[in-house]
């Protein structure tokens, strides 16, 4: 049984309406005291927080279920078609804040066509009328346009927080109106999404007096900004903590906004990191300015650095939890200086141009690293990778803390895995991605089904794990043997057979999530799964083996999942091919959004 | 979608040996027994089985930038008018990946273009050297990139014409493209600030000026025709110091009336 979504209730539940409130008017002896208790019960529950706490309480008898839906104030929603908005407004009554997830990972890598869906609309348009008290949303993948934005700002006066991540469909106009009608407005946080520029002025759309404002964050944002609204905007929000700008703030101007409130902000997105104006010949003091920021424990930006500028940074080094330096172009010389400052590092993002000496002095420097992320600078498959299994080896050295790793490489090796799964035991997130497809050990030529078994045979409490480089059935093997905690898995170019799916689907017993791509899996090994199709949140299958007779089979033996065909050619000759298989369980049954190039089984 | 330019032809390569139709996949389709297997085409010296990982070894298959493989063509996956693109299933297939893929490696859109924005400046030289130093990025959309050198800045770039509608906007990028590289020529130290703006480059009064060779092969300054008249004429650029427009220019122009002092 899953623990994380809000449909997880058994149907018969939620069909079944809760009748004691009709009875309490009649105030019967027989009615009184479960008012007395549906009272007690609110109070109490009124505390429990965590989701997997309170899909168990509503799950003790039909009073319990009713009462959590009254007080259940933060819903999360990890598959937006998992159920319909409807739903949700009749089951929980009084929500104040939702977590809305829509579109699968892999759209983002462009495997699914644009306008697949995961609308906004029908949300927020229900909600209006439901939850005239809404506070937060929190999106992930969702499209939203400018529409529902308005309507989100109009319909809730008392909104607080807007979190859109990879979120597309709206521009400017949105966040303007969002910044102009949300007075109570406290966050918000564009991250990642791809926001159009409508040439609005959006900065200046925000209220003239003092703001609540506590979390801005536009990096993401590819359009100019009005700098001066933007200074007096952070000047009249004094409980800001956290400002992430775009690329089109330079690093006078970031100098500037420093100089207004630097002692508070906790969290810096440093925008371009280079400078805009070059007529003044004595650039400003941008060391003292870093100096100033006391208080920042997480700096990201760096989008278009001027490495001679970088050592300013350098006295926020010491306080510093969270690095993100993905978006810079550092060699090792510039980086090393800075890195050897960051003993309190956490959480550190960077490209693959730090190269392994890079991550070397990550390993001798940051004891307490938690959290590592490379990107490739040069995101193809036949380059020189700057980074290998020399970093990889440093880091599981140094850094034994670590809990999640995301690590793009050209070449790596068995050994430096096994390595890491006996010296970082707290891994829970483990993505490797080898760019070159079907990579082996470049050292000993073997598969790399050893690395990743040791992997999942160590790691006991990995929760993640994405794989690539040359793969055997036998690391499926190992990964269904071993992964007991495993929930989420993403597969590409992988396997020899269909028995290696069978052995992930007939292990793993906590898999939730599962994606795969152009691996050689086909219909036997999609049959070997229906067993727990319904205890996962969804299964992304394109590019394998499966035919449109068996997945019909498969929607039809399991009514309540919902089995989309992707983008497969309804020409004759290949009618039976699948391309795309995307399927996920649905509590009220397939969606009617689909657009044509979806075809639900 | 970003990173593969649909309609493009493929290059005569290797990869053309592999046939498009869809029959052959069909054919494949469900039982890819050994013997198909040994049959199929791969890089690879022949009678290397499957599991020895030298055989597996990838050879390095040229690769454009402009991605004109076959496997890019799978971008038009979801278009409904093509019919001959299910490259990417061979992958699953073979035992080698020859070409590009369909968002591989999984790198959100707006982390591929890092190679080619001004962002790459001195940073790192060790990436830059690779190759022929000049930044070969998938393009993230059909951009109409030229090369661009400046003189005495022995590192060429690509600027997207594309992406420019006015002579002002090019003049602007030329001076983000530049300076910084300018910068650390003239400067053997390498720190000592990021230099001066790069500008005049249209009327002459700038230390530097930008000219053009035309599809033609004449160098011109740039500047005088309409923009798009220009963009559909243009084939690369160069910014050349004013001090040197007459001689430049005389090499191989016809137009010399175009020259100022």
């Known amino acids: 049984m899953s623990e994380d979504d809000e449909d997880q209730s058994p149907a018969t539940d939620l069909r079944s309406r809760n009748k004691s409130r009709n009875c309490i008017s009649s105030s019967s002896s027989q009615t009184f005291p479960d008012h007395v208790l549906e009272n007690v019960l609110e109070n109490v529950l009124q505390f429990l927080d965590s989701r997997c706490d309170r899909n168990a309480a509503s799950l003790v008898c039909k009073l319990w279920w009713k009462v959590e839906g009254l007080t259940r104030s933060e819903v999360f929603i990890g598959n937006c078609y998992a159920l319909s908005p409807a739903r949700l407004t009749q089951r929980f009554k009084r929500v104040r804040s939702l977590l809305l997830k829509g579109k699968p990972r892999f759209a983002d890598f462009n495997l699914m066509p644009a306008d697949w869906g995961a609308n906004f609309a029908p949300w927020v348009s229900t909600m209006a009328k439901a939850y005239p008290w809404l506070e937060k949303v929190d999106l992930k993948r969702m499209f939203v346009t400018d529409d529902d934005l308005a309507l989100l700002a109009e319909s809730f006066p008392g909104f607080k927080e807007l979190i859109l991540v990879c979120c597309e469909g709206f521009g400017t106009s949105g966040i303007a109106v969002v910044a102009n009608k949300c007075r109570k407005l406290k966050v918000l946080d564009l991250i990642e999404s791809d926001v159009t520029d409508d040439e609005v002025d959006w900065v200046s759309c925000f209220p003239e007096d003092v703001t609540c404002l506590e979390s801005l964050a536009f990096d993401c944002v590819e359009a100019p900004i009005n700098f001066k609204a933007l200074e007096g905007l952070v000047g009249r929000s004094p409980l800001l903590r956290k400002l992430r700008l775009n690329r089109f703030v330079s690093l006078e101007e970031v100098h500037r906004l420093l100089l207004l409130g630097a002692p508070q902000l906790t969290s810096l997105g440093t925008g371009s990191f280079s400078r805009g104006d070059q007529s003044q010949q004595e650039p400003p003091d941008y060391v003292a300015a870093f100096r100033a920021c006391k208080s920042v424990v997480c700096l990201s930006g760096f989008r278009e650095l001027m490495p001679e500028y970088l050592p300013a940074i350098l006295p926020v080094c010491a306080n510093l939890t969270s690095l993100n330096f993905s978006y810079a172009n550092i060699s090792p010389d510039m980086f090393k200086p800075i890195i050897h400052n960051c003993h309190k590092l956490q959480i550190f993002w960077a490209l693959d141009s730090i190269c392994d000496e890079g991550l070397q002095a990550v390993a001798a420097t940051c004891k307490e690293l938690r959290e590592l992320r490379i990107f490739p600078f040069d995101p193809r498959e036949d380059t020189e990778g700057p980074v290998s299994e020399l970093g990889l080896q440093a880091i599981s050295e140094g850094c034994r803390k670590l809990e999640s790793l995301l690590y793009f490489c050209q070449h790596m090796t068995n050994a430096a895995l096994i390595a890491m799964s006996h010296n970082c035991p707290e891994l829970t997130v483990f993505r490797l991605c080898i760019m070159g497809r079907l990579r082996p050990d470049h050292v000993t030529g073997k598969a790399m089904d050893e690395g990743f078994g040791a992997i999942v045979k160590n790691c006991k409490k990995l929760t993640r794990l994405a794989v690539s480089g040359l793969l055997t059935d036998q690391a499926f093997r190992y990964m269904g043997e071993y992964g007991k905690l495993i929930r989420t898995l993403s597969v590409a170019f992988a396997g020899d057979s269909d028995m290696a799916l069978r052995h992930v689907l007939e292990g793993c017993p906590r898999l939730q999530k599962l994606e795969i791509r152009d691996s050689p899996f086909g219909d036997v090994a999609l049959r070997s799964g229906m067993h727990r199709y319904y205890n996962m949140r969804f299964v992304w299958m394109s590019a394998c083996r499966l035919t449109m007779g068996c997945c019909k089979d498969v929607a039809r033996a399991m009514p309540n999942l919902v089995v989309e065909v992707i983008g497969s050619d309804d020409d004759d000759v290949n009618r039976d091919y699948v391309e795309t298989l995307y399927m996920y369980r649905s509590l009220d049954g397939p969606r009617k959004d689909a657009p044509q190039f979806v075809t639900i089984l | ?261």
């Open chain 2, 1 to 261: 979608m970003e990173g593969c330019p649909r309609n493009r032809e493929t290059c005569p390569k290797l990869l053309d040996l592999i046939p498009q139709e869809r029959k052959w996949y069909h054919d494949e389709g469900k039982n890819n027994t050994d013997q198909e297997k040994k049959l199929e085409l791969r890089l690879a010296p022949p009678g290397g089985d499957e599991e020895d990982g030298s055989v597996m070894k990838k050879k390095n298959t040229k690769k454009e930038a402009e991605d004109k493989t076959i496997f890019n063509l799978s971008g038009n996956h979801f278009s409904p008018s093509n019919k001959t693109n299910y490259a990417p299933h061979h992958i699953s297939q073979k035992r080698t990946a020859p070409g590009p893929v369909v968002g591989w490696p999984p790198v959100r859109s707006f982390r591929k273009n890092l190679a080619s924005s001004s962002s790459s400046k001195l940073g790192n030289d060790q990436i830059n050297k690779s190759g022929d130093g000049e930044k070969q990025a998938e393009p993230k959309r059909e951009g109409m990139f030229v090369k661009i050198n400046m003189d005495s800045v022995p590192i060429g770039r690509k600027v997207d014409l594309s992406a420019y509608g006015s002579y002002e906007q090019l003049s602007f990028a030329v001076d983000k493209l530049f300076r910084g590289l300018l910068a650390a020529q003239r400067d053997a130290s390498g720190g000592e600030g990021e230099g001066k703006p790069i500008i005049g480059l249209l009327d002459g009064k700038g230390e530097f000026t930008l000219t053009y060779e035309d599809n033609e092969g004449d160098k011109m300054l740039v500047g005088d025709v309409p923009w798009q008249m220009f963009v559909s004429s243009v084939k690369r650029l160069r910014v050349i110091k004013s001090s040197e427009i007459s001689s430049a220019l005389r090499f191989g122009c016809s137009k010399e009336d175009k020259m100022r002092n």
